[in-house]
């Protein structure tokens, strides 16, 4: 693996039965995305776009092919592994946001900190204040906007630090304004030095990006 690539996809494929037929979600795709780089990933509905970014997220494993995430191969790794890899090296972002609805703000982003038996409520602050909802720490995400609601999820990706940032069209439930923001918050994340993969339809993300990957009918164009 080159030692500049913090995502490596070399020959991969991602096939699913549905009754007697196979899917080829994702087909022979090769990628890679280099360590600091800003990478937007399009395609219409459908195309394998989720799928792949699945496989990048250690969420899926391929059919066949060779994955490497942050030099390690998840091939190789078993169950435990594979989550050890997420929780300390990839920081996802979702179009539904998936808060726990009874914790309050502090509490969903210190969350994952606490799977990786770190507490690190200090730094849940700092992210918080970040995002610039440090007067929103006790209230719960029905209480919130979509737009604070995706910030909220955004700070809690990060709180263990990952090096990679995985987001699956994380505008898509947000309006012009809202969208802006998150858009300039992941511009600001990847000059901190974030490797950012992000599936949109937003072409003001493609725009901000350092490089566009299309995929159509599983295949990278």
Known sequence: MNNGHVVQLENVSKNYRRGS????????????????????????????????????????????????????????????????????????VFQQFFLIPTLNVLENVSLPSLFAKRKLNGRARELLEMVGLENRLHHLPGQLSGGEMQRVAIARSLINSPPIILADEPTGNLDSRNADMIMSLFQQLNKDGATIVVVTHNPGIVKGCDRMVHIEDGRIQ
């Open 21 to 92: 037929e196979t899917v080829h979600a994702v087909s022979d795709a090769t990628l890679a995305v280099a360590r600091g780089e800003y990478v937007s990933v399009v395609g219409h509905s459908g195309s394998g776009k989720t799928t792949l970014m699945n496989i990048m997220g250690c969420l899926d494993r391929p059919t066949e092919g060779r994955v490497t995430i942050n030099g390690h191969e998840i091939q190789n790794e078993g169950e435990a592994g594979l989550t050890r890899l997420r929780q300390t090296s990839i920081g996802f």
